[in-house]
Protein backbone atom coordinates (compact mmCIF):
# COMPACT_ATOMS: atom_id res chain seq x y z
CA UNK A 1 0.00 0.00 0.00
CA UNK A 2 1.13 3.70 -1.06
CA UNK A 3 0.85 5.60 2.11
CA UNK A 4 0.45 8.91 1.34
CA UNK A 5 0.93 11.79 3.94
CA UNK A 6 -2.29 12.65 6.42
CA UNK A 7 -2.37 16.54 5.19
CA UNK A 8 -1.05 18.82 2.93
CA UNK A 9 -1.57 22.33 0.82
CA UNK A 10 -2.32 22.37 -3.00
CA UNK A 11 -2.63 25.80 -4.94
CA UNK A 12 -5.02 26.39 -8.07
CA UNK A 13 -6.87 24.04 -7.16
CA UNK A 14 -10.00 24.96 -8.80
CA UNK A 15 -8.75 24.94 -11.98
CA UNK A 16 -9.16 21.61 -14.26
CA UNK A 17 -5.96 19.88 -13.35
CA UNK A 18 -5.87 21.41 -9.92
CA UNK A 19 -10.15 20.32 -8.81
CA UNK A 20 -8.99 16.56 -10.47
CA UNK A 21 -5.58 16.22 -7.91
CA UNK A 22 -7.61 17.87 -4.83
CA UNK A 23 -10.92 15.28 -5.20
CA UNK A 24 -8.22 12.25 -5.64
CA UNK A 25 -6.23 13.36 -2.54
CA UNK A 26 -8.73 13.76 -0.22
CA UNK A 27 -10.57 10.07 -2.04
CA UNK A 28 -7.21 8.66 -0.75
CA UNK A 29 -7.63 10.12 2.94
CA UNK A 30 -5.37 13.64 2.57
CA UNK A 31 -6.60 16.25 4.39
CA UNK A 32 -5.97 19.68 2.28
CA UNK A 33 -5.82 23.52 2.34
CA UNK A 34 -6.85 24.04 -1.25
CA UNK A 35 -6.28 27.32 -3.05
CA UNK A 36 -7.23 29.17 -5.68
CA UNK A 37 -7.66 32.83 -7.15
CA UNK A 38 -11.67 31.56 -7.45
CA UNK A 39 -12.99 32.25 -4.47
CA UNK A 40 -16.59 30.59 -5.84
CA UNK A 41 -14.01 27.74 -7.65
CA UNK A 42 -13.15 26.64 -4.01
CA UNK A 43 -16.92 26.97 -2.62
CA UNK A 44 -17.53 24.93 -5.52
CA UNK A 45 -15.13 22.25 -4.73
CA UNK A 46 -15.34 22.31 -1.03
CA UNK A 47 -19.26 21.55 -1.22
CA UNK A 48 -18.27 18.83 -3.84
CA UNK A 49 -15.27 17.15 -1.35
CA UNK A 50 -17.88 16.67 1.33
CA UNK A 51 -18.14 13.39 2.59
CA UNK A 52 -14.74 12.29 1.57
CA UNK A 53 -12.52 10.76 3.94
CA UNK A 54 -9.92 13.66 3.84
CA UNK A 55 -11.34 17.02 4.54
CA UNK A 56 -10.61 19.80 2.10
CA UNK A 57 -10.76 23.86 3.64
CA UNK A 58 -10.65 26.55 0.78
CA UNK A 59 -8.97 29.24 1.34
CA UNK A 60 -8.88 32.08 -1.82
CA UNK A 61 -5.54 33.72 -2.12
CA UNK A 62 -3.28 34.87 -5.17
CA UNK A 63 0.05 33.68 -5.93
CA UNK A 64 0.86 37.19 -6.45
CA UNK A 65 1.02 37.97 -2.75
CA UNK A 66 4.24 37.14 -1.22
CA UNK A 67 1.93 36.78 2.36
CA UNK A 68 0.13 34.14 0.82
CA UNK A 69 2.37 31.20 1.65
CA UNK A 70 2.83 32.09 4.99
CA UNK A 71 -0.99 32.20 5.61
CA UNK A 72 -1.53 28.97 4.16
CA UNK A 73 1.18 27.21 6.36
CA UNK A 74 -0.42 28.95 9.42
CA UNK A 75 -3.81 27.55 8.36
CA UNK A 76 -3.00 23.98 7.60
CA UNK A 77 -0.92 23.77 11.04
CA UNK A 78 -4.25 24.91 12.80
CA UNK A 79 -6.47 22.60 11.05
CA UNK A 80 -4.55 19.55 10.55
CA UNK A 81 -1.19 20.09 13.02
CA UNK A 82 1.19 19.56 10.17
CA UNK A 83 2.05 19.23 6.57
CA UNK A 84 3.37 16.25 4.76
CA UNK A 85 2.57 17.21 1.29
CA UNK A 86 2.75 20.43 -1.01
CA UNK A 87 1.45 20.13 -4.68
CA UNK A 88 2.05 23.49 -6.58
CA UNK A 89 -0.70 23.46 -8.82
CA UNK A 90 -1.14 27.47 -9.57
CA UNK A 91 -0.23 28.41 -13.21
CA UNK A 92 -0.85 31.68 -15.56
CA UNK A 93 -1.09 31.31 -19.47
CA UNK A 94 -0.52 34.24 -21.83
CA UNK A 95 2.37 34.37 -23.59
CA UNK A 96 3.61 36.19 -27.00
CA UNK A 97 6.87 35.88 -28.77
CA UNK A 98 9.79 37.81 -26.89
CA UNK A 99 10.12 40.70 -29.71
CA UNK A 100 5.92 41.27 -28.41
CA UNK A 101 6.47 40.28 -24.87
CA UNK A 102 5.52 43.26 -22.86
CA UNK A 103 7.84 43.27 -19.88
CA UNK A 104 4.71 43.36 -17.05
CA UNK A 105 3.08 40.14 -18.82
CA UNK A 106 6.72 38.84 -18.61
CA UNK A 107 7.08 39.43 -15.06
CA UNK A 108 3.48 38.10 -14.51
CA UNK A 109 4.62 34.67 -15.98
CA UNK A 110 7.26 34.22 -13.59
CA UNK A 111 5.82 35.27 -10.54
CA UNK A 112 3.00 33.19 -10.70
CA UNK A 113 4.78 29.80 -12.46
CA UNK A 114 8.20 30.70 -10.80
CA UNK A 115 8.59 32.62 -7.72
CA UNK A 116 4.98 32.12 -6.02
CA UNK A 117 5.25 27.90 -5.97
CA UNK A 118 9.67 29.08 -4.69
CA UNK A 119 7.89 31.14 -1.71
CA UNK A 120 5.31 28.12 -0.56
CA UNK A 121 8.11 25.63 -1.06
CA UNK A 122 10.03 27.93 1.11
CA UNK A 123 7.30 28.47 3.92
CA UNK A 124 6.57 24.93 4.19
CA UNK A 125 10.31 23.22 4.34
CA UNK A 126 10.87 24.07 7.64
CA UNK A 127 7.72 22.55 8.81
CA UNK A 128 8.75 19.11 6.74
CA UNK A 129 12.22 19.21 7.86
CA UNK A 130 10.97 19.35 11.85
CA UNK A 131 9.00 16.07 10.44
CA UNK A 132 11.65 14.22 9.02
CA UNK A 133 9.69 13.57 6.00
CA UNK A 134 7.69 15.28 3.06
CA UNK A 135 6.82 15.32 -0.68
CA UNK A 136 7.03 18.71 -2.77
CA UNK A 137 5.10 18.30 -6.01
CA UNK A 138 5.08 20.93 -8.79
CA UNK A 139 3.39 20.56 -11.85
CA UNK A 140 4.85 22.08 -14.50
CA UNK A 141 4.17 21.92 -18.17
CA UNK A 142 5.67 20.04 -21.64
CA UNK A 143 5.99 23.84 -22.50
CA UNK A 144 9.88 23.97 -20.33
CA UNK A 145 10.82 22.21 -23.55
CA UNK A 146 10.36 24.78 -25.41
CA UNK A 147 7.08 25.33 -27.14
CA UNK A 148 7.00 27.85 -30.39
CA UNK A 149 5.72 31.21 -29.62
CA UNK A 150 5.92 30.55 -25.79
CA UNK A 151 8.74 32.69 -24.38
CA UNK A 152 7.41 33.60 -21.12
CA UNK A 153 5.84 30.64 -20.15
CA UNK A 154 8.37 27.87 -21.30
CA UNK A 155 10.67 30.12 -19.21
CA UNK A 156 9.05 30.16 -15.98
CA UNK A 157 7.86 26.09 -15.88
CA UNK A 158 11.39 25.69 -16.98
CA UNK A 159 12.69 27.68 -13.77
CA UNK A 160 10.32 25.49 -11.42
CA UNK A 161 12.39 22.20 -12.88
CA UNK A 162 15.49 23.63 -12.85
CA UNK A 163 14.72 24.66 -9.07
CA UNK A 164 13.20 21.74 -7.78
CA UNK A 165 16.42 19.91 -9.25
CA UNK A 166 18.73 21.82 -7.34
CA UNK A 167 16.13 21.79 -4.15
CA UNK A 168 16.25 18.11 -4.47
CA UNK A 169 19.32 18.13 -3.30
CA UNK A 170 19.24 20.23 -0.42
CA UNK A 171 16.38 18.69 1.14
CA UNK A 172 16.78 15.15 0.32
CA UNK A 173 18.57 14.52 3.50
CA UNK A 174 15.48 15.65 5.84
CA UNK A 175 13.69 12.67 4.09
CA UNK A 176 11.89 15.23 2.00
CA UNK A 177 11.68 14.50 -2.27
CA UNK A 178 10.78 17.43 -4.27
CA UNK A 179 9.49 16.41 -8.27
CA UNK A 180 8.21 17.71 -10.92
CA UNK A 181 5.34 16.61 -13.19
CA UNK A 182 4.97 18.18 -16.78
CA UNK A 183 1.77 17.37 -18.27
CA UNK A 184 0.75 17.40 -22.03
CA UNK A 185 -2.08 18.31 -23.90
CA UNK A 186 -4.98 17.10 -21.54
CA UNK A 187 -8.29 17.24 -21.79
CA UNK A 188 -10.18 20.27 -19.72
CA UNK A 189 -12.69 22.64 -21.37
CA UNK A 190 -10.02 25.42 -22.18
CA UNK A 191 -8.17 23.04 -24.07
CA UNK A 192 -11.66 21.75 -25.79
CA UNK A 193 -11.98 25.73 -26.47
CA UNK A 194 -9.39 25.33 -29.21
CA UNK A 195 -10.36 26.10 -32.74
CA UNK A 196 -11.83 22.93 -34.13
CA UNK A 197 -7.98 22.78 -37.23
CA UNK A 198 -5.61 23.64 -34.38
CA UNK A 199 -7.31 20.94 -31.97
CA UNK A 200 -7.14 18.39 -34.79
CA UNK A 201 -3.60 19.10 -35.67
CA UNK A 202 -2.49 19.11 -31.66
CA UNK A 203 -4.16 15.36 -31.06
CA UNK A 204 -2.67 14.00 -34.50
CA UNK A 205 1.03 15.07 -32.95
CA UNK A 206 0.25 12.69 -29.93
CA UNK A 207 1.64 8.89 -30.63
CA UNK A 208 -0.53 7.19 -28.23
CA UNK A 209 -3.61 8.84 -30.07
CA UNK A 210 -5.37 10.47 -27.35
CA UNK A 211 -5.08 13.59 -25.46
CA UNK A 212 -4.42 13.18 -21.62
CA UNK A 213 -7.22 13.23 -18.86
CA UNK A 214 -6.74 14.98 -15.43
CA UNK A 215 -6.45 11.47 -13.87
CA UNK A 216 -3.56 10.59 -15.76
CA UNK A 217 -2.02 13.28 -13.71
CA UNK A 218 -3.86 12.79 -10.61
CA UNK A 219 -2.35 9.07 -10.63
CA UNK A 220 1.35 10.62 -11.06
CA UNK A 221 0.50 12.47 -7.95
CA UNK A 222 -1.09 9.88 -5.94
CA UNK A 223 2.11 8.00 -6.84
CA UNK A 224 4.74 10.44 -6.04
CA UNK A 225 3.36 12.00 -2.80
CA UNK A 226 2.83 8.09 -1.03
CA UNK A 227 5.47 6.47 0.46
CA UNK A 228 6.43 3.67 -2.41
CA UNK A 229 8.21 6.61 -4.24
CA UNK A 230 10.77 7.75 -1.48
CA UNK A 231 14.16 6.75 -3.87
CA UNK A 232 12.70 9.03 -6.73
CA UNK A 233 13.47 13.17 -6.06
CA UNK A 234 14.80 15.83 -8.63
CA UNK A 235 12.68 14.16 -11.53
CA UNK A 236 10.17 15.51 -13.66
CA UNK A 237 7.81 12.97 -15.39
CA UNK A 238 6.33 14.10 -18.77
CA UNK A 239 2.78 13.23 -19.05
CA UNK A 240 2.53 13.73 -22.87
CA UNK A 241 1.74 10.60 -24.94
CA UNK A 242 4.68 10.64 -26.08
CA UNK A 243 4.74 14.04 -27.72
CA UNK A 244 7.88 15.52 -26.12
CA UNK A 245 9.57 12.29 -28.17
CA UNK A 246 7.92 12.69 -31.49
CA UNK A 247 8.17 15.12 -34.73
CA UNK A 248 5.61 17.86 -33.62
CA UNK A 249 4.08 17.81 -36.86
CA UNK A 250 4.09 14.16 -37.67
CA UNK A 251 0.72 13.34 -39.46
CA UNK A 252 1.00 9.29 -39.28
Given at each position: ???????????????????????????????????????????????????????????????????????????????????????????????????????????????????????LIDAVAPVMKAAGQGR???????AWLGNFGSSGYSCAKG????????????????????NCIAPGFIETPMARSL??????????????????????????????????????????????????????????
Open positions: MNQLPSSGIITGAAGGIGKALTLALASAGVNLIASDLDQGGLDALVRESAGLPGEVIGMAGNMLDAELPHRLRERALEAFGGIGLLVNCSGFLKDSRIQKMPAELFRQLIDINLIGPLRIISIASRGIVGASRALALALAPHGITMPPHILDRVLKAIPVGRAGTVEDIAGLVLFLAGAGSGYITGQTLIACGGRSISDPIADS
